[in-house]
Nanobody, 124 residues
Framework: QVQLVESGGGSVQAGGSLRLSCAAS????????MGWFRQVPGKGRERVAT????????YYVDSVKGRFTISQDNAKHTLYLQMNSLKPEDTAMYYC?????????????????WGQGTQVTVSS
């Protein structure tokens, strides 16, 4: 059973930084495409960043390029999202996700496994 548990969210002022973590279990670390997504109430789910081996690729949504960095530590079975220069429009619930298929995770925006989410609030 794949399990994903996010942590690291919180409230910061614009220009600040946060690092989100996602502890993964239930599958061979490094074998799945991994991603971060976010959602604001009343709006659709937005892809933020993705990373992974083989057929997976490292992508960022344009709005976070140059500010966010996705990484993973396979030895610790953990996915990270370093968020710098945060803006109020980054406020959202952030979710970690995993899928064996890059197509499913990123292109179709429909990964098979999700964490419970961690809230990020950026004030101006």
């Amino acid at each position: 059973q794949v399990q994903l548990v996010e942590s690291g969210g919180g409230s910061v002022q614009a220009g600040g930084s946060l690092r989100l973590s996602c502890a993964a279990s239930g599958y061979t670390s490094g074998s799945y495409c991994m991603g971060w997504f976010r959602q604001v109430p009343g709006k659709g789910r937005e892809r933020v960043a993705t990373i992974g081996p083989n057929g997976c690729r490292t992508y960022y949504v344009d709005s976070v390029k140059g500010r966010f960095t996705i990484s993973q530590d396979n030895a610790k079975h953990t996915l990270y999202l370093q968020m710098n220069s945060l803006k109020p429009e980054d406020t959202a619930m952030y979710y970690c996700a995993a899928d064996p298929s890059f197509l499913q995770l990123w292109i179709k925006n429909a990964p098979g496994y999700w964490g419970q989410g961690t809230q990020v609030t950026v004030s101006s």
